[in-house]
């Protein structure tokens, strides 16, 4: 026990890549691993019982790579395998579709030695690309330089992707596991429950690109509305802010509605799309400082008249494809 003890806190980073089915992507993300500037580190791939040629990808990097299989059982058992089979002091988290600049390690291992050791988790910008690797055009950060993220920034909004995180591996030992129950919005929670023991320091540096294509979890606009509001509710039964912050938590939940609004409108969901940012509205009706959130003043009423609009040119059109009748 001393021995594997002394493996696991040994300086360096262990890198997760959980994948599943993602061999079209896998190896872009392996190289970005590899082309580092940091060099103390292990790669470790966590197989989620893919059907594709992940392994035989995988095997191509020799030892440069360590490959665990597991059967299918989701993203956050593939998570959880990952922590548990990394022998530093430091453990990353890299999606099996998405890739990182070649100082990602090195700026967030260098951001760890600059802080207090009650920093658990350091974590950075990112970039959105395209499936054929062209960059989207995004909304920048709203933070204007390098700063603390508490508990209440991660419950009114989500600040940073998985992909972007450098954590102590210590952590996991103090906060527990990926949620298995959660089949999105797992990563929120976990950095929500961290953040309420250790601290979490977030960058402006866009290190990590994050890869947009159809297969995204967060496509699916029901099952992100019906986590998140899964980790929500396990956070105000956990008191991560205290229940007597009551404006507070109508702000959190009032917010989770418009971003569930939006996600439905981008399927073209329009009555779901009205229905949640009413819903939103009526939570809570202000937000003092909605520049906080990256958003302008009355965005849920400029929202509900978007929706309106474009629900109205969506039955136009789906009206003028109708066969004439004579």
């Not at 993220?149 to 990926?178: E, H, N, Q, Y």
Request: aromatic content about 10%; overall charge positive; hydrophobic content about 40%.
């Amino acid at each position: 026990m001393a021995s594997e003890q002394s493996l696991k806190t040994k300086a360096g980073v262990s890198i997760v890549i959980p994948a599943y089915n993602y061999a079209l992507y896998i190896s872009r993300a392996v190289d970005s691993v590899l082309n580092q500037s940091f060099l103390d580190r292990e790669v470790i791939v966590v197989d989620d019982g893919s059907t594709d040629n992940t392994a035989e990808i995988i095997a191509r990097y020799g030892n440069r790579v360590r490959y665990v299989y597991q059967k299918n059982a989701g993203l956050s058992a593939a998570r959880n395998t990952g922590i548990r089979e990394a022998r530093f002091e430091y453990v990353a988290f890299l999606d099996a579709d998405d890739e990182w600049l070649p100082n990602m390690l090195e700026r967030a291992i260098q951001t760890f030695s600059e802080l207090t050791p009650d920093f658990g988790v350091v974590a950075c910008a990112i970039q959105p690309f395209t499936a054929d690797g062209k960059l989207i055009a995004f909304k920048p950060p709203a933070e204007a330089r390098s700063r603390e993220i508490t508990s209440r920034d991660m419950l009114l909004k989500t600040r940073f992707a998985p992909s972007t995180v450098v954590a102590r591996r210590k952590i996991f030992d103090d906060c527990g596991d990926f949620d298995t129950t959660l089949r999105s919005s797992e990563d929120r929670d976990m950095w929500i429950r961290v953040s309420a023991r250790y601290r979490v320091y977030l960058l402006t540096d866009s290190l990590a690109l994050l890869r947009r294509h159809s297969s995204n979890m967060s496509r699916n606009a029901q099952r992100m509305k019906s986590n998140g509001l899964l980790v929500l509710t396990k956070s105000y039964r956990n008191r991560i802010v205290p229940r007597s912050a009551c404006l507070f938590w109508l702000q959190v939940y009032s917010f989770h509605f418009f971003q569930s609004a939006w996600q439905f409108r981008d399927e073209q969901r329009f009555g779901k799309a009205l229905k949640d940012i009413v819903v939103s509205i009526l939570i809570c009706p202000f937000f003092v400082n909605p520049q906080a959130l990256r958003e302008p003043s009355l965005f849920r009423v400029r929202s509900l008249v978007r929706f309106v609009i474009d629900a109205l040119q969506k039955a136009k059109n789906d009206s003028s494809a109708l066969p004439k009748t004579t």
